[in-house]
Every structure is written in C-alpha cells, then in structure tokens.
C-alpha cells in the first residue's frame, strides 16, 4: 500500500486525526526556521535567553527573553512575517480592499458599497497609483496623483474632496493595521489643489426652471389629471412643485404624515432603492433628520383630491402615492416630470429641479438662508452653494432699478 493510501486509511479509521498532522507539520516547519536562523541562542549570567535577528534597514537587534522558548518564537514569528511579506500584496489597490471590506463591518448601506466601486474605477482604476507599495508612497506621490485626476477628469471641489477622502480612509486603515507607521496625507497641502479645480458653474437655467415653464408644466399637469386622473405619478410631480421635497420622500409620505390639525406635512422618511438586491426600502431622510413643511391651501386641495381619486379607484391606503400596484416608486415620479416636460414642450426637467427652483424663488423673495434651509431640509452652506440661483424675472429687476435710481 502506498502512503498515500496508508494516510488515508489511517484517517477513515480515526487512526489518527488531522489536527494531530496539523501540528506534526507545524512543528516541523518550526524546527527548519530555527535551524536556518543564522545567529546563536545563548543564555546569559543574568539567566536571559538571547539572540540577534535583523531590523528592516538590516540591522543586527540584541533580543532578551525569560526563556529559550520565548527567544525561539520571537524568531519563528520574525521568518514568518518575512514570508508573508513576500506573498502579500501591498499596492493601493489592494488595501483600498480591505478598506472597503472595513466598512462593509460598519454597517455601510449596498448603496454606498455600490458609490464606492464606481468610484474607484473613476479615480484610480487604471492609474499608476492603484499599483504603487502603500508602503512607499509618500505625500509628493498623493499631491502629483491627485493634482494629475483633478485635471484629466475636471473635477470640481467637491469630487476632489471626495478623492482626497478615499486615499486619506485607505492610508489611516493600514495606519492602524501597522501596515505604515504614518500617514502621508497628514502632509499634503490640500490647499494647493484649488486652483486646478473645475469652478464652471451651470446656469440658472439649466439647474432650475423658469416661470413660463413651470406654468406650462402645471397646465400639462392638469390636463393629465383631468385625462388621466387614476395616474397617480402626476399628483405626485404636482406636490413637488410646491414643497420642493425629494423624490424618496414623496414616495415615503404617509397618511399619517399630514398633520392637518398643526398645519404642516412631518417628513421623517425617505424611500431608497438598493442597487444590489434591487429592493425599494423606507429608511431615514437623507439628513437623518426630521422636518416639518406648512400646508398652505394648494397642498390642502391637492391631498383631498388625491384621497378622493384613490378612494374612487380602491388605491388608497398606508402611503398617500399609490396605485393598483401599491406605493409608488421614485422612477415613476422620474418618469412622469419628464415626459410632462415633452408633452409641455419645455427643456426636460427633474424633481430636484423643482427642489432648486422652489429655494431659489424662496431666496429671492427675501426668505433667509436658516429657513430655506430648514424648509427644504438641508445646511445653510449647501443652500447657498447648490441650491440657491436668481431666478428674478428681468421685468422685476428693471422695475427695481427704475425705483432706486
């Protein structure tokens, strides 16, 4: 019989067991280390076990233990660590990885795992970077890749911010796995990137959407409702027009939402749409906060009138957007805006249009930066920054400037 098959016999027979080879191979793979390391182990006067083993600039370290066999696993561990680091990979790539991998044990959402994947192949996937030794990179390296992206893909702040964020996450991770014994981001002038920035920015116009139009969009609106009135998205497209609220948190609105007796709508959800498992969830707002908008007289008569339309064709119930196949989703709303938008014959528009135009008009109209912000449900500086256009018909202004000079 050959050993193999004796060692398998012995196996199925419970002759012997594998954690039994298991450490038969660990010791002797334990006495080869210790009889290829190069330096003596000596016990000293003082009853210390000693012996020299190498530092990374191979350099020769006194070690000084109790016993012979805590000198002997200083050296086993020293062999096998240099093993390892032959085999693993320690590129960019590599513990970008294990970064992400860090977050999946944070509880990070699919959606966000997902942003992270686009990312990556945006900003490194294919650079010279993504390949460099984590070990080695330094804070020059960081400035000239990220410079380098800044320019080819014409980034503007925020999505170099977002950059920097990435590399800084992955080197503060090996930072704690002791991968590197600093982090060269803490050197990086970040202040040298502004000037590279895209600061274009993208017209009133085009972030928001004129009076005329909006007046052509409620006018095609209503003819759709009077068409149409079982098709439920319209309502829906209506109620953003005159709150400005996400698209998920239309579709999360409920019922119960509607505080008639305080006069205002409670937002407090948002739907989300898992682009993993490809489920419609009802989570949080996007801000984790709750807010409240007043209820003025339009909105009061556009809830009775879709109350009364589902009533009428047995969609009503939990969410105040629903049809004969349930609650809506965000992509029927997406939908809806847009061919309204084609049929109307104005520039295609989106929720989050009406979402700037309502703030703008809220702005221009001498409303303060803390309440618009309240009201739609964001920060001040993000108001300003993406929200806030001048919308003010030149009728207006010219009449202004006739008055003031």
Known sequence: MEDRDLLQYALEHDMISMSYIQEQV????????????????????????????LDENGKRILKKLS??????????SYYENIEKAKTEDYSFHSYFQKWKEKQVSYGVSNNTLTKYDSDY???????????????????????????QQIKKLNLKEKAGKSLMGYINGVFKHARIKRIISENPCEYVETRNFSKFFNRDKKNP???????????????????????KPHY??????????????????ITALRWENIREDLGVIVICCSEKHDRITKEYIVDSTKTRKERQFPITQK?????????????????????????????LHSSSIA??????????????????????????????????????????GHTEEVNALNYSYDISEMDYKREILSEII
């Open 121 to 147: 192949k945006r900003y490194f996937e294919n650079s010279k970077f993504e390949k460099l030794d984590i070990r080695k990179i330094n804070e020059e390296d960081i400035t000239a890749f990220v410079i």
């Open 26 to 53: 660990n010791m002797n793979k334990r006495k080869e280390i210790l009889e290829k390391h190069p330096y003596k182990i000596w016990e000293g006067k003082d009853g210390k076990w000693r012996t020299y083993i």
């Open 232 to 249: 439920i998205p319209n309502y829906a497209v209506e109620l953003a027009i005159y709150t400005g609220m996400r698209i998920g948190e």
């Open 299 to 327: 909105i009061s008569s556009l809830l009775y009138k879709v109350k009364k339309i589902e009533m009428q064709y047995g969609f009503l119930g939990e969410y105040i957007f629903q049809n004969e196949n349930g609650k």
């Open 335 to 376: 939908h809806c805006i847009r061919y309204r938008c084609i049929q109307a014959g104005i520039p295609e528009k989106s929720i989050q249009s009406l979402r700037r135009t309502l703030n703008s008009k809220l702005r221009c109209a001498g409303v303060s930066s803390i309440v618009a912000a309240s009201m739609l």
């Open 205 to 227: 116009e085009e972030r928001t959407i004129n009076t005329n139009d909006l007046n052509l969009l409620l006018k095609q609106l209503y003819i759709s409702q009077t068409q």
């Open 67 to 76: 016993t012979k066999k805590a000198v002997q696993n200083i050296i086993v």
